[in-house]
């Protein structure tokens, strides 16, 4: 397994659409706050800089869930980290890389909903339609892309790759 030659995103277009939605989000909840929750690992360099970008008070915690093993999603989702910011009454807005089946964001979404948020939403960078199995919600969709591997800007292929500014596929 190698990198494209090419970035399926660079870096430009990344930013890019990175500040359209940050001014989308800003738009959306003018006058009040917000919680980011970023999902690690793969969330924390797009949910970086997209807070940076926002102009609405923000605060930020943390959710972790494990549930992909290698290139296939599957099996039970385990949480190794909640947020420590209790979410009642708050404007919840969750940050993901990706949306793939869909399975891991809904048990996040569902686990953080009990804590009966006033608002909760859901800003993906990536997202892959086409895969979906469980039918979920992105208010904020950064890309939606092929059913391919991506990897870079945060995503990992066995936590290689998170540091790389672009995204690039893995082809054989
Ligand atoms: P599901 O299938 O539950 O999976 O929506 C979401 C999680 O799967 C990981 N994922 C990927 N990670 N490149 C990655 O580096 C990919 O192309 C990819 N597709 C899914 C990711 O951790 C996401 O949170
Ligand atoms: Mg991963």
Redesign the pocket.
Known sequence: MRLSDQPLLSAETIQGRVTELADQISRDYSGREIVLIA?LK?ASIFCADLMRRLRVPATLDYIRAK??RGLH?GGPIEFTMLPETNLTGRNVVVV??????????AAILDMLDADHPASLVLCVLLD?PSHRVTPVHAAYVGFAIEDR???GYG???DEAHRHLPAIYTLVE
Do not use: A, M, N, P
Not at 96 to 105: A, H, M, R, S
């Open positions: 999902v793969g549930s992909y999603s993901e890389d990706i949306l793939d089946t869909g399975k891991t964001t892959k591997f991506v990897v995503l990992d292929f």
